[in-house]
């Protein structure tokens, strides 16, 4: 069985600092691997995913992941928070020929310091 | 271009009763999903719905039900609540043209839920 693991429950930054989240996954076959973002009573948006191919992937509002098999992890990067990014992120992890059945991780609730 | 549509929002229900949730997808999705959503379990999938056909169901007691309709709008169902059902239902559609087409999948568009509280 797959799963997901966010080691970081909260993580607090400055505005204008580097940013990034981890995440160790569990699968045993080339995983689909995805970063979803929730904003305060909010649904979740997705930033990115991995299928594969380069392993250092484009997200939208400046993040960007990379995918490390020999770590199974898929940390999550931003060069510069906005306070606006304070927020909580899931990171997750699908089969593709199990369609949109996803397991999530724990997420990691963001908080970004003036 | 509206996006997922979820109702209702917010609905309080006594233990042993039953609740029906609401999803309307993006217009042109054929995939709903669900998932439920608590502090204690994180984000749970539910079931998965592809062109009226449940495609995936997550490990959930049979209480917990659902439907998609000939216009991709679905239903889900809890029947005989327990307090532990208390939680926020996210409906999720994806833009999934065909069930061979893995690069569309997990690329999935949320409503901002249903919150129910069982007392």
């Known amino acids: 069985a797959q799963s997901v693991t966010q080691p970081d429950i909260h993580i607090t930054v400055s505005e204008g600092a580097s940013l990034e989240l981890r995440c160790n996954y569990s699968?045993?076959?080339?995983?689909?691997l995805f970063w979803y973002v929730q904003s305060p009573g909010q649904g979740l948006q997705l930033l990115l995913k991995y299928f594969s191919g380069d392993t250092l992937v484009q997200g939208i509002k400046g993040f960007e992941a990379e995918f490390k098999r020999s770590q199974s992890s898929f940390n999550l990067r931003k060069p510069s928070v906005h306070w606006s990014d304070a927020a909580e992120y899931f990171c997750?992890?699908?089969?593709?020929?199990?369609?949109?059945?996803?397991?999530f991780g724990g997420g990691t609730r963001l908080m970004v310091k003036p | 271009k509206a996006g997922v549509t979820q109702t209702p929002r917010y609905l309080i229900k006594t233990r042993g009763q039953q609740v029906t949730l609401s999803c309307s997808p993006i217009?042109?999705?054929?995939?709903v999903s669900w998932y439920q959503q608590t502090p204690g379990q994180g984000l749970q999938f539910l079931f998965e719905?592809?062109?009226?056909?449940?495609?995936n169901k997550g490990n959930f007691p049979g209480r917990f039900s659902g439907r998609q309709f000939s216009n991709s709008r679905s239903e889900m169902n809890v029947s005989t609540l327990e307090l532990g059902d208390s939680a926020l239902y996210l409906c999720?559609?994806?833009?999934?043209?065909?069930?061979?087409?893995?690069?569309?999948?997990?690329?999935?568009?949320f409503g901002e839920g249903s919150r129910l509280t069982v007392l």
């Open positions: 999720a559609s994806s833009l999934l043209r065909d069930l061979n087409r893995v690069l569309d999948t997990g690329e999935l568009f």
């Open positions: 699968y045993g076959a080339t995983p689909y």
């Open positions: 217009s042109g999705h054929r995939s």
């Open positions: 997750a992890v699908g089969a593709g020929n199990a369609g949109n059945m996803l397991t």
């Open positions: 719905y592809f062109s009226e056909t449940q495609r």
